[in-house]
């Protein structure tokens, strides 16, 4: 057997040792190991060498019982050896990432809608109202790269040699496979990267091509706050499970101004909401909400924040109140 095949079996039985083989690989391995006996299930939890050397043997007794007839047949019993192990060695094969290569794709959503995709990885993406995705041409070569414009939820399938690149303006979300919200309005002062599952780095990228990471690696429960003005950022522990909670219906404001709470109430509710004037100072806010209907959500928010609100022409209009 050539290093290169010997090479992927071991890569394939690595997997299926540890659990991470796909459905397809587990039951092809299972039975070709059912096929050659408990010896074999016993030499896979070792090394693809003592693998080999069991296949051997099973070739051996089932075709030469008997020695001399072993000394004629050694050609044949090699042919035979090499033809049980190409079903595996297909597989292994079959089963390498593949390179596709796909035409630029956009998908976006209105206002008051949301839209589930799934990429050629098997990834989805959750995309929030009044949202924007774009999949590059060279999507799962190299990298898995993806460009967001509003807000989205990622479960990304695990892929350790093609990380998966999330581009929100200056900044680049990089993962493995893992689950997070990023939320990049473009009219709004910040990007928020919140990771439910898994590690997440997001580094700043410049015109000349340089990147800087920010911070550490996120983990679970760790969100990053980009303030797109000022080019700062804050690592705090978050919710993430409440601020992705948009997915089922629901509104979390955590520390958000007056500002970001009305831009995102006329988003989820497809409905024109306008402030009136700015407010003096800067207050922050902390709240959810879950399938509650509009009025209702602006009178718990008049209770909260101090703010008035009338309707005219199809049109909500919001007058805040300062903040000291």
């Not at 760790?222 to 601020?243: E, F, G, H, P, W």
Request: a positive charge.
């Amino acid at each position: 057997m050539n290093n290169k095949k010997s090479a992927l079996i071991n890569v394939l039985l690595q997997k299926y040792r540890e659990g991470k083989s796909t459905v397809n690989e587990t039951q092809q391995v299972e039975q070709w190991l059912h096929t050659l006996g408990k010896g074999a299930s016993d030499a896979v939890n070792n090394s693809e060498e003592k693998f080999v050397r069991v296949t051997r043997k099973h070739v051996l007794k089932n075709i030469a019982p008997q020695r001399s007839v072993y000394k004629v047949m050694r050609p044949y019993m090699r042919v035979a050896a090499a033809l049980l192990l190409l079903p595996l060695v297909y597989l292994i094969y079959s089963n390498q990432p593949k390179q596709v290569v796909v035409a630029k794709q956009e998908f976006s959503t209105l206002a008051g809608e949301r839209k589930i995709i799934r990429l050629p990885d098997s990834t989805e993406v959750v995309l929030n109202a009044s949202s924007a995705l774009t999949i590059s041409t060279d999507f799962n070569q190299k990298f898995r790269n993806v460009k967001l414009s509003g807000e989205a939820y990622f479960r990304v399938a695990h892929d350790s040699t093609r990380p998966f690149i999330v581009s929100t303006g200056k900044l680049k979300t990089r993962v493995l496979g893992t689950e997070f919200n990023v939320h990049a309005y473009q009219n709004e002062s910040s990007i928020k990267v919140a990771v439910v599952d898994g590690r997440v780095r997001v580094s700043e990228y410049k015109q000349n091509g340089t990147s800087k990471p920010l911070g550490d690696i996120l983990t679970h429960n760790l969100m990053l706050t980009y303030n797109v003005s000022s080019q700062r950022y804050k690592t705090a522990n978050a919710d993430a499970q409440k601020i992705a909670s948009w997915q089922n219906g629901g509104l979390y404001f955590e520390d958000a101004d007056i500002q970001e709470i009305v831009m995102a109430l006329s988003r989820h509710y497809n409905r024109n909401i306008q402030l009136a004037d700015k407010p003096v100072g800067k207050c922050s806010y902390t709240i959810s909400f879950l399938h509650e209907p509009l009025p209702k959500v602006l009178g718990v928010l008049s209770q909260l924040t101090g703010i008035t609100y009338q309707t005219a022409q199809n049109k909500i209009i919001i007058h805040s109140k300062n903040c000291h």
